[in-house]
């Protein structure tokens, strides 16, 4: 499988810090948020990896290169200022990805999820991790019984922006820009959308603050 790094957002929480500097380059634990999941999925086997181009999506391209110092494989998806959302990324990417399923996680993303342990869904359109709800989102997005992801639900989980995908999941849509989600909700409607709850340490560095407190964490694990 390939890998996708969603990465074209503008990080409109994170302003005034994405003024100038793209988002997957902001800095904790002294390297770009980016690189810490490219080094993740290097280490997990994927060897081939490609990166959504918006905001600021030169200076990304220009910082990662090729991806041959990270042991990998580096392509682009170019998307221009206006970046096309999850599912409109995702879907403009499909000719790079392959035929196949793939992997795709948010680049604002830290966690030491295993990514070694993903595998294609069968016979699910996609399968999501999830993870507890953290207190900037306390009502989570999806609920998972049984092994399988409900878009409604009891005990609610977040959706980790960590997730395996087939290109039949994006079937029929029209290219554009669009988000993810709807398509979840309405696979998972439908029993095609498998999930697992990951209990480990995982940060949606969506803000200065949790940015400054993933910086602080990453220190004392050095």
């Given at each position: 499988?390939?890998?996708?790094?969603?990465?074209?957002?503008r990080g409109e929480r994170m302003r005034p810090l994405t003024d100038r500097?793209?988002?997957?380059?902001?800095?904790?634990?002294?390297?770009?948020?980016?690189?810490?999941?490219?080094?993740?999925?290097a280490r997990a086997g994927f060897a081939e990896l490609v990166v959504n181009?918006?905001?600021?999506?030169?200076?990304?391209?220009?910082?990662?290169?090729?991806?041959?110092?990270?042991?990998?494989?580096?392509?682009?998806?170019?998307?221009?200022?206006?970046?096309?959302?999850?599912?409109?990324?995702?879907?403009?990417?499909?000719?790079?990805?392959?035929?196949?399923?793939?992997?795709?996680?948010?680049?604002?993303?830290?966690?030491?999820?295993?990514?070694?342990?993903?595998?294609?869904?069968?016979?699910?359109?996609?399968?999501?991790?999830?993870?507890?709800?953290?207190?900037?989102?306390?009502?989570?997005?999806?609920?998972?019984?049984?092994?399988?992801?409900?878009?409604?639900?009891?005990?609610?989980?977040?959706?980790?922006?960590?997730?395996?995908?087939?290109?039949?999941?994006?079937?029929?849509?029209?290219?554009?820009?669009?988000?993810?989600?709807?398509?979840?909700?309405?696979?998972?409607?439908?029993?095609?959308?498998?999930?697992?709850?990951?209990?480990?340490?995982?940060?949606?560095?969506?803000?200065?603050?949790?940015?400054?407190?993933?910086?602080?964490?990453?220190?004392?694990?050095?």
């Amino acid at each position: 499988m390939r890998a996708m790094i969603l990465a074209a957002g503008r990080g409109e929480r994170m302003r005034p810090l994405t003024d100038r500097v793209p988002k997957p380059l902001l800095r904790a634990g002294g390297r770009a948020l980016i690189e810490h999941q490219i080094d993740a999925l290097a280490r997990a086997g994927f060897a081939e990896l490609v990166v959504n181009l918006g905001h600021l999506g030169a200076r990304v391209r220009a910082a990662l290169g090729d991806g041959s110092r990270y042991g990998v494989r580096i392509l682009y998806s170019e998307e221009g200022e206006r970046a096309l959302e999850t599912g409109g990324g995702i879907l403009r990417a499909l000719p790079l990805l392959g035929p196949g399923p793939f992997v795709a996680v948010n680049a604002d993303v830290w966690t030491d999820y295993p990514y070694d342990r993903l595998t294609p869904p069968s016979p699910h359109l996609a399968h999501l991790v999830l993870v507890d709800n953290p207190p900037h989102h306390p009502a989570g997005d999806f609920a998972l019984v049984g092994g399988e992801v409900a878009a409604a639900g009891a005990a609610r989980l977040t959706f980790s922006g960590i997730g395996v995908y087939r290109p039949e999941l994006f079937a029929g849509h029209a290219p554009g820009r669009f988000a993810l989600a709807p398509l979840l909700r309405a696979a998972a409607a439908r029993g095609q959308v498998s999930g697992e709850r990951y209990g480990g340490r995982w940060m949606d560095v969506g803000t200065p603050e949790r940015l400054a407190e993933l910086d602080r964490l990453l220190g004392l694990l050095s």
